[in-house]
């Protein structure tokens, strides 16, 4: 039986028992691998394949943009927001926003490093890019600061 690819994603933190922790909150599972100086998960849903790569500091030239976790199922972003809520973690929802051509609802977190994930549900297709305007601090996904979109 073959599985379905997933993503890599390969981090740069600061501190690495602080962030194992963020991220076991956020997929809501427990690493597959822990080592002093790395860690790694592998959850099934959703299929990624995360490892976090201690360093002595993060830089904007080592940030990205931000990360997301699609999720199928309104009922299934609920249970991610009760989750991270429910962490104490800072979230900033988003309902029936256009984004990246699609209509979409979202909640927006940060790691311990700044990194910005977003998890969210495409409820639709839409005929513009944005519903935000154009202009000098534009940006159709935000985060706690202003970045490039998408």
Same mark, same amino acid.
């Given at each position: ?15 690495? +028992? ?9 997929? =809501? ?7 002093? +100086?790395?860690?790694? $998960?592998?959850?099934?849903? @959703? @299929? ?8 002595? /500091? ?5 940030? %990205? ?10 009922? /299934?972003?609920? %249970? ?5 809520? +429910?962490? =104490?973690?800072?979230?900033?929802? /988003? ?9 979409? &609802?979202?909640?927006? %977190?940060?790691?311990?490093? #700044? ?9 639709? &297709?839409?005929?513009?890019?944005? &519903?935000?305007?154009? #202009?000098?601090? $534009?940006?159709?996904? @935000? ?8």
């Amino acid at each position: 039986m073959s599985r379905n690819p997933r993503v890599h994603v390969a981090l740069n933190v600061t501190n690495l +028992d602080e962030s194992i922790a963020f991220y076991r909150t956020l997929l =809501g599972t427990e690493p597959s691998k822990i080592q002093p +100086d790395y860690a790694k $998960f592998e959850p099934e849903s @959703p @299929p990624v394949h995360l490892s976090l790569n201690p360093v002595a /500091e993060t830089t904007n030239e080592t940030r %990205v943009s931000h990360f997301g976790v699609q999720v199928w199922s309104a009922g /299934e972003l609920e %249970v991610v927001r009760q989750r991270l809520g +429910d962490a =104490g973690l800072t979230l900033t929802p /988003e309902d029936g926003v256009t984004c990246c051509y699609a209509v979409q &609802d979202k909640v927006w %977190v940060e790691d311990p490093d #700044g990194n910005s994930w977003e998890v969210f549900l495409s409820k639709a &297709d839409a005929a513009v890019h944005s &519903d935000r305007q154009a #202009g000098p601090d $534009f940006d159709c996904c @935000p985060t706690t600061e202003s970045k490039s979109c998408c």
